[in-house]
């Protein structure tokens, strides 16, 4: 079959004119996590015609993957999630180019960060966000991440804002990316929680009793579908925005979406934030208890 980026593109002009389509064919994007709300955001950006991307990825799929995953599938379990994702992303779009990187990516970062127009955070793991966002705020380019909520979000963190570990408190300032204790990870995944609870009504939609031992590491993340995969679709149209050079639809603190009462959760201010912080904080070392 004859394959034309111009007919595969045609239904997107309306949404971007025919000179931002070429902008989105000649980006390329660095994407590191290709799994869940990083493989979806993928997934989009294959399908509005991004025409580069470099991804990172140390796992395989597996069996667990396939609830949620965009391109997990009975074919490639146990297939590493980055060049599975390349493989597929080629039989939408073949005239892509698509850099993979395994579990030698940080050897790579910095090229990859520089090269690429903006960044995707879609790793799980506290010391490989670390090394992304400061590689990418030494050489000026945005993030785009989201919280481990049960409610959909994103959040950009451009060169000069805050990073994560600076706003949100993480016992991580002056240790290596690759040199964190267990106590110093656990902590961050608290304060990151404790964030998500103030600031969103994520507590009510799912079992408080699984979230605590999940926060408390006794088991894993909770996922599913529509969550992660409305959380990738966010995420690439920041990805869009950033591309071309459109305002941001999210700051650094971000928004939450919440699809049971169809409305967004912005932050608190400052104020009330602060006299509920230590509330928060009680209800979540109680849960983990």
């Not at 995953?69 to 080629?90: N, P, S, V, Y």
């Not at 060169?159 to 690759?178: K, V």
């Amino acid at each position: 079959m004859t394959f034309s980026y111009d007919t595969f593109t045609t239904r997107n002009i309306g949404f971007v004119t025919p000179a931002e389509q070429a902008a989105l064919r000649d980006a390329q994007v660095f994407v590191c996590g290709t799994g869940g709300m990083g493989g979806a955001c993928v997934f989009a950006l294959a399908r509005m015609g991004v025409g580069r991307l470099i991804l990172a990825d140390i796992d395989e799929f597996e069996t667990s993957n396939l609830n949620r995953q965009a391109f997990a599938f009975r074919d490639t379990i146990g297939q590493h999630k980055a060049e599975a994702t390349r493989d597929l992303c080629l039989q939408i779009n073949r005239d892509m180019e698509i850099t993979v990187y395994r579990d030698d990516w940080p050897d790579h970062v910095q090229d990859a960060t520089e090269s690429s127009t903006i960044v995707v955070n879609g790793t799980d793991d506290l010391g490989a966000s670390l090394l992304l966002y400061r590689t990418a705020r030494a050489a000026g380019r945005a993030v785009i991440d989201a919280y481990a909520s049960p409610l959909p979000s994103v959040y950009v963190t451009q060169a000069g804002d805050p990073m994560p570990e600076e706003r949100l408190g993480y016992p991580t300032l002056g240790t290596a990316w690759n040199a964190l204790s267990q106590e110093q990870r656990d902590e961050a995944f608290v304060q990151e929680a404790i964030h998500v609870i103030l600031h969103s009504s994520s507590r009510h939609y799912i079992d408080l009793d699984l979230a605590g031992e999940v926060a408390a590491g006794k088991r894993s993340r909770m996922s599913f579908a529509p969550m992660v995969i409305s959380t990738g679709m966010l995420m690439a149209y920041e990805v869009t925005n950033g591309i071309l050079n459109r305002k941001p639809g999210a700051d650094h603190r971000g928004w939450f979406f919440n699809p049971y009462a169809a409305r967004v959760e912005h932050p608190r201010n400052a104020i009330t934030a602060a006299l509920l912080r230590p509330v928060v904080t009680r209800f979540l070392r109680r849960l983990m208890t």
